[in-house]
């Protein structure tokens, strides 16, 4: 059985820094891509992070790009999300999704997702 499981959520005012942990099992983790994906009220889910386990290849969107860092630790089977120079508007439920490709991943696709670890920024 696929499981993803968050962690390192909270609340946080804005310039502050949080890091978001995937733990991932049921799977080959060196087979596919694993994406942090977040949602804000009244608002779609977005892909903001992915990373290719086997190529090590990143993807970032635009309103987090050099202020994420999505890391893997494949020994651990494990995928952070280092948030940096936070902002009210990174405010949602952030989710870690598993995807079958980098590719898949940036456009939005994922085969599973965690339940969600909420993070909240405050001006």
């Known amino acids: 059985e696929v499981q993803l499981v968050e962690s390192g959520g909270g609340s946080v005012q804005a310039g502050g820094s949080l890091r978001l942990s995937c733990a991932a099992s049921?799977?080959?983790?060196?087979?596919?891509?694993i994406g942090w994906f977040r949602q804000a009220p009244g608002k779609a889910r977005e892909a903001v992070a992915c990373i290719s386990i086997e190529s090590g290849g990143t993807y970032y969107a635009d309103s987090v790009k050099g202020r994420f860092t999505i890391a893997s630790d494949n020994a651990k089977n494990t995928v952070y999300l280092q948030m940096s120079s936070l902002k009210p508007e990174d405010t949602a439920v952030y989710y870690c999704?598993?995807?079958?490709?980098?590719?898949?991943?940036?456009?939005?696709?994922?085969?599973?997702y965690g339940k969600g670890t909420p993070v909240t920024v405050s001006s």
């Open positions: 049921g799977f080959t983790f060196a087979d596919y891509g």
């Open positions: 999704a598993r995807s079958f490709s980098l590719l898949y991943c940036r456009t939005g696709g994922a085969t599973h």
